[in-house]
């Protein structure tokens, strides 16, 4: 399996420290409001590299961050007359609401808060001061960037060059203008902890060094996120944590491209904004799950309306080819050489499957081999099919739609269409014709049409 790596700029062989065992690092939410659909990309594409992991075998722990204490939920704090862990608390909530609907939760996930970390990020800043790479001035602590002779290196920026192009935060309190808080002093109306320093909070960047030394050791795998979190917080997080533990942070770097809308940045003043919630008015989750997954993680993606409506078409036949599988019994008897051919094309859609995936997550390449794999089953699959046939291909389908987070919906959405057909039957039997019509249109108005048959009532999606 290969991994484009930021730090390298190249495809690289991923072999994880320790084998058959990945730990991986998501930076996630500051909870201050909804996450927008630019947020849900790296939570989507890097819980499905961690869907693929655990696809082919691997133990792998996934940590994805709270950043619970922060400006950003100071402000909206006192703008809404809320304390800031009310804040805090309160999107977290919704957060968890967006996640279980881009089905972010399927597998055990990690979501350590900064604020449950302050002694752990205290003693770490306490070594780089030990060290001589942080200084104290104010009340504040600052790293010293030229205690780390690679800073830069991730992002590919010269220190120089950023210092002269005003790149960076100008404070008459830093030795060097390119120097970054690791504490900050307290202020007025603002929360704040004990430390060596005075009274304060931790710095951003600190809190995600803290959180995944804690959970997943020196060194970890993979530490992955947008591309716009490169500089500074990703190149920060390098030297501060290499500075104090003289290992490697992050073995691969992994980035994702960002989200444009109507092919224009999204942002606040354009008014092409859009929260993961807002798009919940109007589509399933999954859809924008999908729609996330159908371009090349490290490529710019156009988000639009059309674009949505279409994706939602496009996860329908899926659904509509597992639909019609789950409708087939099959014969129970031995393979034709016609079988045995049905199986070789499965066999050859999960090979074209991983070594999509294989290639840098290619999850738009991997996409059209479930798609081949709907149209095996439209044009090849029926009641005369062999049982053993129908079942492998159910299997392979829900096997592979797993590792992208789709088809997820199938058995909620299964189960209460069958309950209501059953209920529709017994009151056929019973000559309650009107109940038996009003079940027929609220299956209509789910999207689902039944046919009565010799077999039994079988049913498709509208």
């Known amino acids: 399996m290969k991994l484009y790596n930021t730090l390298t700029r190249q ?16 930076c996630g939410p500051t909870v201050y409001n909804y996450i927008h659909v630019g947020n849900a990309r790296p939570l989507t594409v890097f819980d499905t590299l961690r869907r693929y992991f655990i696809y082919k075998g691997y133990d792998v722990k996934f940590v994805v961050n709270f950043t619970d204490i922060d400006d950003k939920i100071i402000n909206k704090a006192n703008e809404s007359g809320m304390s800031s862990k009310e804040v805090a608390e309160k999107y977290i909530e919704e957060f968890k609401k967006d996640a279980n609907g881009l089905h972010l939760y399927d597998y055990d996930t990690i979501n350590p808060r900064a604020t449950e970390h302050i002694d752990e990020i ?21 790293f010293r960037v030229e205690a780390f002779e690679e800073y830069g290196k991730l992002s590919k ?10 790149r960076v935060d100008v404070n008459d309190l830093k030795e060097n203008p390119a120097d970054f808080a690791l504490w900050k002093g307290k202020k007025e109306g603002e ?50 944590s290499e ?37 919940a008015e109007e589509f399933n989750l999954e859809v924008l799950r999908f729609f ?82 709907v149209k095996l089953i439209n044009t090849e699959l ?15 389908l829900l096997k592979l739609t797993k590792v992208l987070g789709i088809l997820e919906l199938q058995k909620e959405d299964n189960a209460e269409v069958e309950a209501l057909i059953a209920k529709r039957a017994d009151a056929k039997k ?27 009532t079988k049913w498709k999606r509208a």
């Open 11 to 26: 495809l690289e062989e991923f072999e994880p420290l320790v084998p058959g065992h990945v730990h991986m690092y998501n």
């Open 122 to 142: 205290i003693d770490f800043i306490d070594g780089l001061v030990k060290k001589g790479a942080a200084y104290e001035a104010g009340g504040d602590v600052y």
């Open 157 to 166: 920026k010269n220190l120089e060059d950023l210092i002269s192009g005003k």
């Open 191 to 240: 929360p704040y902890w004990p430390s060596p320093w005075g009274d304060g909070r931790p710095g951003w960047h600190i809190e995600c060094s803290v959180m995944a030394k804690t959970l997943l050791g020196d060194t970890i795998d993979i530490h992955s996120g947008g591309e716009d979190l490169q500089f500074p917080h990703h190149e920060n997080e390098i030297a501060q």
């Open 243 to 279: 500075t104090l533990t003289c290992k490697p942070f992050a073995r691969y770097w992994l980035h994702n491209g960002m989200i444009t809308v109507d092919n224009e940045k999204m942002s606040k003043s354009k008014g092409n904004f859009f929260t993961v919630r807002e798009v």
């Open 292 to 373: 996330l997954l159908s371009s090349h993680y490290r490529g710019p993606i156009n988000f639009s309306y059309d674009v949505m409506v279409q994706t939602k078409q496009a996860l329908e036949r899926i659904y509509n080819g597992y639909d019609k599988l789950i409708g087939l019994v099959g014969e129970d008897r031995a393979l034709t050489d016609g079988d045995h051919a049905i199986l070789n094309q499965l066999a050859e859609q999960v090979a074209f499957f991983e070594k999509s995936m294989d290639n840098d997550i290619n999850t738009a390449d991997a996409i059209t081999a479930v798609f081949n794999i």
């Open 382 to 396: 029926d009641e005369h099919s062999a049982k053993k046939v129908i079942e492998e291909v159910t299997a392979t």
């Open 430 to 456: 019973a000559k309650d014709f009107a109940t038996a019509d009003a079940i027929r249109d609220q299956l209509l108005e789910m999207g689902i049409v039944i046919e009565d048959t010799r077999a039994g």
